[in-house]
C-alpha cells in the first residue's frame, strides 16, 4: 500500500551497524510504500516497545486511514524529524527485498530507496 508523505532514514542504530532506520513522516509531496499487517492493539503497544517508544524513536502512533473492511491502519514513527542517517548496506538489501515481494521491480526498488537517501 502507499500513503502519502515520505520516507527517511534516521537516528543511529546499534543493531544496524550504527546505521539509520527508515522513518515515515506525514509531511511531504512522495508516497510511501509500506506492508500491512493485522495485528491488536496490545501487538502494536508491544513492537512500540521492542523498537523504541521514545519521541526520537517510536514513540508516536499515526493512523494512516482505514482499510476497506473498516481496520484501522497505524504506522509508528518518531515526533518531528530526526537526524538524518543513510542505511547500512544489510538495511537497506532488507527495505529492497520487502518493496519486491510487495510488486516493485529491481529498479523500482532501487530507485525508490535513492529518493529516500538523498534526503540522507
Known amino acids: 500500500c502507499s500513503f502519502p508523505g ?7 542504530s546499534k543493531s544496524w551497524e550504527n546505521g539509520g532506520v527508515a522513518f515515515y513522516s506525514p509531511k511531504g509531496s512522495d508516497h510511501v510504500q509500506m506492508r500491512l499487517y493485522r495485528i491488536t492493539r496490545e ?6 516497545k521492542q523498537e523504541g517508544s521514545s519521541p526520537h524513536w517510536y514513540g508516536n502512533q499515526v493512523l494512516l486511514g482505514l482499510h476497506r473492511d473498516g481496520a484501522p491502519i497505524y504506522t509508528l514513527t ?4 530526526n537526524e538524518k542517517n543513510p542505511p ?8 529492497r527485498t520487502a518493496l519486491m515481494d510487495c510488486g516493485m521491480t529491481a ?3 532501487r530507485q525508490y530507496l ?3 537517501e538523498r534526503r540522507c
Not at 6 to 12: I, K, V
Not at 43 to 48: F, N, P, R, S, T
Not at 78 to 81: D, L, R, S, Y
Request: hydrophobic share 30%; aromatic share 10%; glycine share 6%.
Open 88 to 95: 547500512c548496506d544489510a538495511y537497506r538489501e532488507l527495505i
Open 114 to 116: 535513492h529518493q529516500a
Open 78 to 81: 518518531c515526533k518531528g524529524t
Open 6 to 12: 515520505r520516507l527517511y532514514f534516521g537516528n543511529h
Open 107 to 109: 529498479s523500482q526498488a
Open 43 to 48: 501487538q502494536l503497544a508491544d513492537i512500540q
